[in-house]
């Protein structure tokens, strides 16, 4: 048998809900969003915005580059 892709790292994608800026965290990251009740202080539009839980994005980038989109 031989693995054609392997996981190396997960990645979250987000926007903030005002200036629909795209940020991406990585899973510390989000574990301190999550502990913080999901809020983040947006550096574009410079405001607290709350990260709705249908906005973030989970995904596994693999040893070659890919992504691949949890659902």
Same mark, same amino acid.
């Given at each position: 048998m031989k /693995?054609?892709?392997k996981s190396v790292k997960i990645i979250y994608r987000f926007r903030?809900?005002?200036c629909k800026s795209q940020f991406e965290? /990585?899973? @510390? @990251?989000?574990?301190?969003l999550e502990?913080?009740?999901r809020n983040f202080?947006?550096?574009v539009c410079e405001c607290e915005r709350f990260i709705y839980k249908n906005d973030i994005h989970k995904y596994s980038v693999?040893?070659?580059g890919t992504e691949i989109n949890f659902y």
């Open positions: /693995t054609l892709q903030c809900y005002a965290v /990585t899973k @510390e @990251e989000m574990d301190k502990s913080n009740g202080n947006c550096p693999m040893d070659n």
